[in-house]
């Protein structure tokens, strides 16, 4: 069933002697000014290895094949945007398929594009989905937060002819990691993105089933995403905001603070006063934390109702 209603809310990632989001240089991403912060990309690619993990089809996510080269040499390369449509979706070849209908129906067929929206360009088929999902960037609130580089070292010397005179030893590595980081991101989940797209018949449009893979998937795909850079980082906070359709709320992300106390870390909220004032076109108010390490602190904020975010229990 089309969700009727549209969702405003936060979404907390907490990193501990790991790296969330690193940049070019393999440091925490900055913005010019200083502040730590995560791109959306960091965020939606656990939920869509999450996803993917669970069965789901996901299209735009990296995957590996082999290849034979023109010297017939079997390479492994990442596939390209036609070949990942060709294998998520079953298709033989993407030049045969001239209908658009058929194409953006299997577009919408994939979880990643149903929240989230896409850029197709393939094959003369220009398609622009805007996702029913639009997630902002998380800025870390931990003033505190100091960047770490560890010295990594490699059980293997380096071959190569031109270093085999320096390389008598084992090889040197870096791993970077910040001591400690809290990421607070917005997002806003609008069903009537897809508007356009039911009318011509091609979705049944951002449903209810929708929001709750997407729920679920907000609450727990980073705790669960385990590779070496990202052990550490977990989801710790989540606020969802469900209101009435015509209701249009700001960037919820700015009324966040957040402080350490000696053995227990508060996130503030600032944004009773705004959510009370909108009462009558607010349905429901959840917020999810991990009530072992957090204290939220909060002017009463009607119709709101706390959560553990690992058990789901009522707090």
Known sequence: MKMNKRVYGILGIVSRMSNWNADFTGYPKTTSSGDVFGSDKAFKYPMKKM????????LYIKSMKLSENKKKEVELLP???????????GIEDLKKQKNSEEILKNLFTAIDIKNFG??????????????AVQIGQGFNKYEDTNAEEQQILSPFRDGSEKNQKEAKASTLGTKIVSDEAHYFYPFAINPSSYDQFEEIGVTEGY???????????????ATSFNTNSKLGCENEFALFIETKPELYLPDLSQYVEFEKEEDRNIIILNCAKLLNSLEDDIENIEIYYNPYTIEIKSEPINKAKKFNIFTKEEV
């Open 51 to 58: 996803w993917e993990n669970n069965g789901e089809k996901v």
């Open 79 to 89: 596939r390209t945007l036609k070949e990942r449509y060709e294998y998520v979706f």
């Open 207 to 221: 449903t209810e089933e929708d929001y709750k893979k997407f729920k679920e998937a907000a609450m727990i795909a």
């Open 118 to 131: 896409a850029t197709f360009a393939e094959e003369k088929n220009n398609i622009s989905i805007t996702g």
